[in-house]
């Protein structure tokens, strides 16, 4: 199952020595063999057509670009000419909803191969990443039962691992990123908010949404990121731990908060964790429990909820797509409910309170002298769709899933989630590294470099079972 890097195969297809079309052919393949349920729409013939336009300009002599011949499977929330788009509801959004966007633009004209349209949750509200409309994929790692690929981007890491896409697109605005690659045994990142911009992707949350994507490994994470970077209108520069040669994990200080998530983790992933910090430890790492309270309240706003996304998200939902609140499925449209009774007072007090605690949490890193923090990205057990049946058991085991990952965007921070083993039902577990606001080519040096050590998820987890044939 181990498959070359993301800038082997670039390499092969720049120089000839393998196609784009082949490598088409090969995602066209995996995907008609899978049942694993990735795609709410395949675009085979699509594929084909992009792969030869890769291929007739190496033959021109032309460089088609960093990410030449690459398959990308796209969250059904992203915008794609000629694709129909649902954002995860019952019905098809209208056409001005397929213009493209920043991350597809810009993916399309480095060489990158759209291959089709992945499942979210509806309107992307949800961390489990159940969709009762138009379907669920089935996470890869159970054998047995169907478990839940997190969300809202439930599609992205089971396309990866079926063999039909080496890049994944999501979007991330309380943990849809991060979430999934955790819950699939993949990476994802969540950039600094506001680094990339977020057209051409149905809104979630103005002030909290990004754009992004996942990987197999952080090696490839760290490719694509800064192929795409330059791109990006006001983007800052690669930050110079990135580019140097130095060791990034020489003098690295990571910190783990002493209160909070660490103590309502399962125990299990906890351990898991655990270990692999020692590993880091071992490698010349410092790590020491540290204070972090902001991180803490952070995450106890996100999670009481209402004050922000449901209001954004109903706002939008009002102006663009006018009488869709009534079709919504109950996991979503229950939550909007309180949408409308919040004032602007709160509303404005909550945007004043994330601004606080960001700077607060900043100082106090500079003042420990830390340089990153570690947390699980997971709290639980990705669970099975069965257990998920009542609304209240679906509501409990939303908030627990986003308790690791909202923190990080209500500070606008930037957090990659790499897999570091199994836990005691044999699914993936992510670890999170969080980096300062604007440290993002920083954080990507240093997770790739703990990847290096650690190993990547097929060397650190192995296959998984539903894919391992």
Same mark, same amino acid.
């Given at each position: 199952?181990?498959?070359?890097? !993301?800038a082997? +195969?670039?390499?092969d ?14 995602a066209?393949?995996s995907y008609e063999? /899978?049942?694993l349920?990735?795609y ?5 013939e ?6 030869d336009a890769v291929?007739?300009a190496?033959?021109?002599g032309q460089d088609?670009?960093p990410l030449a011949g ?10 794609v ?8 509801t019952r019905?098809?959004l209208?056409?001005?909803w &397929?213009r493209e966007?920043f ?6 004209r ?7 349209k ?8 949800g961390?489990v990443?159940l @969709?009762p @409309?138009t379907?669920?994929?089935? @996470?890869?790692?159970d054998?047995?039962?169907h478990r839940?690929?997190?969300g809202?981007s439930s599609?992205a890491?089971?396309?990866l691992?079926e ?7 999501g979007s991330?605005?309380g943990g849809?990123?991060?979430?999934p ?9 969540r950039?600094?908010t506001g680094?990339?911009?977020t ?8 002030t909290l ?8 490994t ?7 990121f800064q192929a +795409?970077?330059p791109l990006?209108? #006001?983007g ?7 580019d140097?040669? /130095?060791d990034p994990?020489?003098?690295l200080?990571i910190?783990?908060?002493?209160r909070g998530?660490?103590q309502?983790t399962q125990?299990?992933i ?6 692999a910090?020692?590993e880091?430890e071992?490698a010349?790492?410092h790590?020491?429990e540290?204070?972090?309270p902001?991180?803490q309240e952070?995450g ?6 209402g004050?922000?996304?449901p209001p954004e998200?109903t706002?939008s939902?009002?102006r663009?797509?006018p009488?869709w609140?009534?079709?919504l499925?109950?996991t ?6 309180r949408a409308h ?6 509303? !404005? #007090?909550?945007?004043? +309170?994330?601004?606080?605690?960001s700077?607060?949490?900043h100082?106090?890193?500079d003042a420990?002298r830390?340089?990153?923090l ?5 709290p ?7 257990s998920l049946d009542?609304?209240?058991v679906?509501?409990?085991?939303n908030?627990? !899933?986003?308790s690791?990952?909202g923190?990080v965007?209500?500070?606008d ?5 790499l897999p570091v083993?199994?836990?005691a039902?044999a699914m993936?577990t992510?670890? &999170?590294?969080i980096g300062?606001t #604007?440290?993002?080519h920083a954080?990507?040096a240093?997770?790739a470099?703990a ?5 990547? @998820?097929v060397q650190?987890i192995?296959v998984?079972?539903?894919v391992a044939g």
């Amino acid at each position: 199952m181990t498959r070359p890097s !993301i800038a082997r +195969i670039a390499a092969d297809v720049r120089s000839g020595a393998t196609t784009a079309r082949s490598l088409a052919e090969d995602a066209i393949r995996s995907y008609e063999a /899978s049942d694993l349920g990735a795609y709410i729409v395949f675009d085979a013939e699509g594929a084909r057509r992009q792969a030869d336009a890769v291929d007739a300009a190496v033959a021109r002599g032309q460089d088609p670009g960093p990410l030449a011949g690459f398959t990308v499977s796209v969250k059904d929330l992203y915008g794609v000419e000629g694709l129909p788009i649902r954002a995860g509801t019952r019905r098809e959004l209208p056409q001005r909803w &397929q213009r493209e966007g920043f991350l597809v633009r810009s993916l399309r004209r480095l060489g990158a191969v759209v291959v089709g349209k992945t499942h979210t949750v509806e309107l992307a509200f949800g961390g489990v990443g159940l @969709n009762p @409309n138009t379907g669920t994929p089935i @996470n890869p790692w159970d054998p047995s039962e169907h478990r839940a690929p997190g969300g809202s981007s439930s599609g992205a890491g089971v396309s990866l691992w079926e063999g039909s896409a080496v890049l994944a697109l999501g979007s991330d605005t309380g943990g849809s990123v991060r979430i999934p690659a955790s819950a699939t045994g993949v990476v994802g990142m969540r950039h600094t908010t506001g680094r990339w911009p977020t057209d051409g992707v149905v809104p979630l949350s103005t002030t909290l949404d990004t754009v992004g994507f996942l990987t197999r490994t952080v090696a490839d994470t760290r490719y694509v990121f800064q192929a +795409i970077d330059p791109l990006a209108p #006001g983007g800052d520069p690669p930050d110079t731990a990135a580019d140097s040669d /130095s060791d990034p994990l020489a003098g690295l200080r990571i910190g783990i908060p002493r209160r909070g998530l660490w103590q309502e983790t399962q125990s299990d992933i906890a351990a898991v964790l655990r270990r692999a910090l020692a590993e880091l430890e071992a490698a010349g790492v410092h790590v020491a429990e540290v204070d972090a309270p902001e991180l803490q309240e952070a995450g106890e706003r996100y999670m009481a909820g209402g004050l922000l996304i449901p209001p954004e998200r109903t706002e939008s939902l009002e102006r663009h797509l006018p009488g869709w609140t009534a079709i919504l499925d109950p996991t979503v449209g229950k939550r909007l409910e309180r949408a409308h009774q919040v004032s602007a007072v709160e509303y !404005i #007090g909550l945007l004043r +309170i994330r601004r606080r605690l960001s700077a607060s949490l900043h100082a106090r890193l500079d003042a420990q002298r830390i340089d990153l923090l570690a947390t699980p990205t997971l709290p639980i057990t990705p669970p099975t769709l069965a257990s998920l049946d009542d609304l209240d058991v679906y509501r409990a085991v939303n908030r627990a !899933i986003l308790s690791g990952t909202g923190p990080v965007s209500m500070l606008d921070m930037c957090a990659v989630s790499l897999p570091v083993g199994l836990d005691a039902h044999a699914m993936p577990t992510g670890l &999170q590294l969080i980096g300062r606001t #604007g440290t993002d080519h920083a954080l990507l040096a240093r997770a790739a470099a703990a990847e290096s050590v650690l190993g990547t @998820n097929v060397q650190r987890i192995g296959v998984a079972p539903r894919v391992a044939g």
